[in-house]
Every structure is written in C-alpha cells, then in structure tokens.
C-alpha cells in the first residue's frame, strides 16, 4: 500500500497531493502492460532488462523528484533492479526541458530540500505531510 503525501505552499496555500511509496500496481508485471509508461524510455530500459534475466529483481515506488532549474516538484516512478543483490539498474529521469537530471526527494514528510518551488507563486515555504490516504 503507497501513501498520500500533501504538499502545501505556507505563501499562498496552494496544494498537490501525490501518491508515493508501492502498491499492488507497482510491479513490472503490471509495469510492462501499463500503458502509461509506453513512451518512457527509463521504464522501457528496466523492462528490457527484467525480461532479458529472470533473476533480476524488481524494486518499483513512485517517488517525488526535482529538476534543479525547473524547481517543480514531479511525480516518477522510481525503480531499482537487483541482480545477486547488487544494483544493477536504478531510474534517473531527465527533465526534458532542461536536460537536467532530476533528483529523488527521499523522504519528502522530513525534507523536500532547498530546490523545491511553489508552481503558483515561486515560494520556496513547502510543508509536506502525509494526508492519510492510502493507494495501491
Ligand atoms: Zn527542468
Ligand atoms: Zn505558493
């Protein structure tokens, strides 16, 4: 079961609410039918090298990231793939407008670092929390 997180500007009190964590969707079984994730090219690579080796194993959440030019907070896929429990894939997105990469916020409801903006207003004064809604 993932959980909701809010994010909300303390300036203008505009708020986002995103799903993060894993669920019962967040499994390359149903990855690779979910037609969402068609044009990802990160997914697409996990999913060439999952089904290229029946050994590797799948860590899939979704997970918030940001572009450090863009400053707005994204909502990704995070996957990580494991084979003889070493790392051998983990997803880093590029921001498409920036050719940055972005960077996971690890744990937003403890900090979602300096780089992160209010897409209304430009404030840097986010309050993130968990809203106690669960997703899978
Ligand atoms: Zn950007
Ligand atoms: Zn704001």
Same mark, same amino acid.
């Given at each position: 079961?993932? *959980?909701?997180?809010?994010?909300?500007?303390?300036?203008? &009190?505009?708020?986002?609410?995103?799903?993060?964590?894993?669920?019962?969707?967040? %499994?390359?079984?149903?990855?690779? /039918? *979910?037609?969402?994730?068609?044009?990802?090219?990160? @997914?697409? =690579?996990?999913?060439?090298?999952?089904?290229?080796?029946?050994?590797?194993?799948? @860590?899939?959440? %979704? &997970?918030?990231?940001?572009?450090?030019?863009? =400053?707005?907070? =994204?909502?990704? #896929?995070?996957?990580?793939?494991?084979?003889? $429990?070493?790392? @051998?894939?983990?997803?880093?997105?590029?921001?498409?407008?920036?050719?940055?990469?972005?960077?996971?916020?690890?744990?937003?409801? @403890?900090?979602?670092? *300096?780089?992160?903006?209010?897409? $209304?207003?430009?404030? /840097?004064?986010?309050?993130?929390?968990?809203?106690? #809604?669960?997703?899978?």
């Amino acid at each position: 079961m993932g *959980d909701g997180v809010s994010i909300r500007c303390s300036n203008c &009190q505009n708020q986002e609410d995103f799903g993060i964590g894993s669920g019962m969707t967040t %499994y390359m079984p149903f990855i690779k /039918h *979910d037609s969402r994730f068609g044009e990802n090219s990160e @997914v697409r =690579k996990a999913i060439e090298i999952w089904q290229n080796n029946e050994n590797v194993r799948d @860590v899939c959440s %979704y &997970q918030l990231c940001v572009c450090p030019e863009c =400053k707005r907070i =994204k909502h990704r #896929l995070y996957i990580e793939l494991f084979l003889d $429990k070493k790392l @051998v894939f983990q997803s880093n997105y590029i921001c498409r407008k920036h050719n940055n990469a972005m960077s996971w916020i690890k744990d937003p409801t @403890v900090s979602l670092g *300096d780089n992160c903006e209010c897409p $209304k207003c430009g404030s /840097h004064d986010l309050l993130c929390y968990d809203n106690g #809604l669960m997703w899978d």
